[in-house]
Structure formats: structure tokens, C-alpha cells
């Protein structure tokens, strides 16, 4: 993008973070706007490398059917394990075995699983594909400054350049500059956990299972990859986590054997484990003159739902279907009536999925006899009951309550 020295460049929506969301959000509007509608990304990681990362996360059904509406699930199926079936056990980290209270069949309907696994790299490598041919411009900048006037935001980056859009969305996750610029609050708490995340091979195949362990110190899961391959997302004191991912590779593997169990038969680890803050906060504003959060900086929660990416794709078709709505009509798509509908949108949404995940970690990072006793009481409860089970499924697939078009698989 080319400035003239004595105005600003323009674009109709400048997105500042190229994450999964980001890039999701530039997609989702590129491909519902088309060519005349100006979509930029600005994020210094555009001009970095490709991530080597094999970090992974499970992308909802919902999730896949807006991957397909735009256009970018064909790349990713390749890499795309589906999740068959789930189990839940609930036990001590040294219990022989672990009775399991509460098990899911994947499917949301014939066919089609309620998630998949994948590599964050290659979701975020087809994205970048896709954005690129559909005419997004890049930016390898971050936002520096930003002024919200009248009938546009003008936008400093900090390589100098001066932007002036409409509308300014933050995608720069839990840590937002953005949000703090705009002076939005945020309420929530460390819960003292980190998150242990790391890949292994196991000698069986997973045959699509995923496994959720709850442990006294958290829950422990096993979610399966393309291959005889999973990924382990296992919660710790963060003091714990800490040290456990210091230790050298055979030992961590040993503690790892202990809580993964021997039911793929042996197991190696593929990368090197990384231990990640856990939290909740949620910003008490998503939107502020000419700017919307989106994705982590908007909320982050516990990933003991595995909702966390979800929630934030939940954000970009709300945001998506409000901007073309409001563009197609001639409206000014950074206005404060559309970015009210936005917020109404996602923030009941977003505070009951925070409660919810909050209420669920507590209850389950909790090794008392008689909270355990009730808990698995009601575990084996739902496992009985087919009607809650499905819903339970269904939310998990992100397809129950006030669905966006692109989470259904619709153009907004």
C-alpha cells in the first residue's frame, strides 16, 4: 500500500493481528464483500517465516462449515484428524484404573464430527493462502497510535505509516495493546495453572478418541492427531508446570507415561513442551469509537472446554455478518450502531461461557472425596441421559443458540 506524503492511505477495515482470528475475519469479509471492499491485516509476524510450530487446537463443527463457506477447508482437511468418539474418567494421578463416568459419540449429525484436530501452522498457512488470493493486503507492521474520530479512525503504524479506516478491529490477543489504548477494563483472575502443551507418538493408533483425564492438580487430554499422533494439553500449579517442562526429556516423559496411561502402548515425545498461564478475563467493553475486539482480546478462558479458538471464530461471523449487513445497505460499517449489535451479539454469550468454564475448573481441579463423589454422580447422570448428551455435544460443535451465518455454513 503506497501513501501520498500528505494524506493518509484508506482502507475499508484495517485488522490488527495476523492470527487465526484475523486472518479468519479478513477472509470471511474478502469473500462476502468482494474486491471493492478494502480489507488490510497489519502484524509484524506477516514478514516472519512460517511458523514451525506443532501446536494444535480443536476446531468445532461449526468452525469447519465456516472454513468451507470461505473457501479454506481443503487445504486443512489433509491435516484435519476428525474426533470420533470422547471419554471423560475421573481418578488420582497414580489410580491403576480409571473408570470412565461420561463417553460422547463425535458426531453432531451423520457424518459429520462435532471437531477435528489440526496444526495451528497449517490452519494459519491456508488462511494466509486464501487471504492473499482473494486481495487482502498485508502489512508486517504493528499498530502504534490510534484516533477515533468522527467518521473514521486514523491509524498509526510503527513503521510510520498512517491509515485512516472506518473501522479498526483488535485481533492482537489476550495481552491487547489495542484494548488498553481504547482504555477497556478488563475483569477476571490467574487460576495459579499453567497449561502443559506438547505432541506425542504412540505405538497404537487412536483410532479418533479423545480422552479428557480429570486429575487433582486438572484436567489431563489426550486429543488425537493425523497418524499415530496426539496432542497433550495437561494442567498443573503453574510453579509445577513449570519445572515439569525443565526437566530433560526422559524424565518428563516418565511423568508423562504415568498420567497418559498405556492404552496406545508406548509413547515418544515429538517436540519440546511449553507450559502457558492459564486465566480467565474478559473485557467489560467489546467494542469502543471505531474499534472491536476480537478473539483473546476480547476473552480469554480455560481451556478445560476446549472453546477457547472457538469462541474467538463465534466473534469473527458475528463481526463479519454485521459489517456486510451494514455495508450492503450503504451504512457506515464502523458506526456505533453496528458495533452495538456486535456487542450485543457475542457478550452474553462470551460471560456465560466464561462462568461456565470457571465453574467447571473449579470443580474439577478439586481432590476432596465428597466434591469428587458428587461430581462423577452427575457425570454417570448425563451419560445416561441421551437428550443432554446430544446438547452437550451440540454446544460443543458450537451450533446451538443464536448461530452466525458462516458458523452454519451461509455467506453473511
Known amino acids: 500500500m503506497s501513501q501520498d506524503p500528505t494524506s493518509p492511505a484508506r482502507t475499508a477495515i484495517l485488522i ?56 479454506v477447508w481443503d487445504a486443512i482437511a489433509p491435516d484435519a484428524q476428525p474426533i470420533l468418539d470422547m471419554v471423560v474418567t475421573d481418578s488420582r494421578t497414580l489410580d491403576v484404573v480409571r473408570p470412565v463416568f461420561l463417553t460422547f459419540d463425535g458426531e453432531v449429525a451423520p457424518g459429520e464430527p462435532f471437531a477435528h484436530m489440526a496444526s495451528n501452522a497449517v490452519v494459519t498457512r491456508a488462511l494466509k493462502d486464501r487471504a492473499r488470493a482473494l486481495g487482502v493486503t498485508f502489512l508486517a507492521s504493528s499498530v502504534a497510535a490510534f484516533e477515533a474520530g468522527a467518521g473514521e479512525a486514523s491509524v498509526t503504524l510503527a513503521d ?66 493425523t497418524g499415530r499422533r496426539s496432542s497433550i494439553v495437561w494442567t498443573e500449579e503453574t ?34 513442551p511449553a507450559a502457558y498461564p492459564l486465566g480467565l478475563k474478559v473485557a467489560r467493553d467489546f467494542v469502543a469509537p471505531r474499534l472491536a ?12 472446554a476446549g472453546q477457547g479458538i472457538n469462541m474467538g471464530f463465534r466473534d469473527v461471523a458475528a463481526l463479519a455478518e454485521c459489517l456486510a449487513d451494514a455495508a450492503r445497505l450503504g451504512m457506515d460499517h464502523g458506526a456505533a450502531d453496528v458495533l452495538a449489535r456486535y456487542q450485543r451479539w457475542r457478550r452474553f454469550d462470551t460471560t456465560v461461557m466464561g462462568v461456565t468454564t470457571d ?25 445416561r441421559l441421551p437428550g443432554l448428551k446430544s446438547f452437550f455435544i451440540r454446544q460443543a460443535a458450537g451450533i446451538t443458540g443464536d448461530v452466525p451465518k458462516l458458523l452454519r455454513g451461509e455467506m453473511p
Open 16 to 71: 490488527a493481528g495476523g492470527g487465526l482470528a484475523g486472518l479468519s475475519l479478513a477472509v470471511a469479509l474478502k469473500t462476502s464483500l468482494g474486491h471493492t471492499f478494502h480489507v488490510t491485516v497489519a502484524d509484524p509476524a506477516l514478514g516472519a517465516p512460517p511458523s514451525e510450530s506443532s501446536r494444535a487446537s480443536a476446531f468445532a463443527a461449526a468452525a469447519r462449515r465456516m472454513f468451507e463457506a470461505t473457501g
Open 293 to 304: 475486539l476480537v478473539g483473546d482480546a476480547a476473552h480469554v478462558i480455560h481451556p478445560i
Open 239 to 272: 510453579g509445577r508446570a513449570e519445572r515439569l517442562c525443565r526437566l530433560p526429556r526422559e524424565l518428563f516423559l516418565d511423568e508423562l507415561e504415568t498420567r497418559f496411561g498405556h492404552r496406545l502402548g508406548e509413547i515418544s515425545l515429538l517436540d519440546t
Open 160 to 225: 510510520g505509516q498512517v491509515i485512516a479506516t472506518p473501522l479498526l478491529v483488535a485481533c492482537d490477543g489476550g495481552r491487547s495493546r489495542l484494548r488498553d489504548l481504547a482504555g477497556i477494563r478488563t475483569v477476571g483472575w490467574d487460576y495459579g495453572q499453567s497449561g502443559i502443551v506438547c505432541t506425542v507418538g504412540h505405538e497404537h493408533d487412536h483410532e479418533g478418541r479423545a480422552e479428557e483425564h480429570f486429575l487433582p492438580a486438572g484436567p489431563f487430554a489426550i486429543l488425537p492427531l
Open 359 to 383: 465453574g467447571l475448573n473449579r470443580l474439577f481441579s478439586n481432590g476432596s472425596q465428597p466434591v469428587r463423589f458428587v461430581r462423577d454422580l452427575g457425570l454417570g447422570l448425563v451419560d
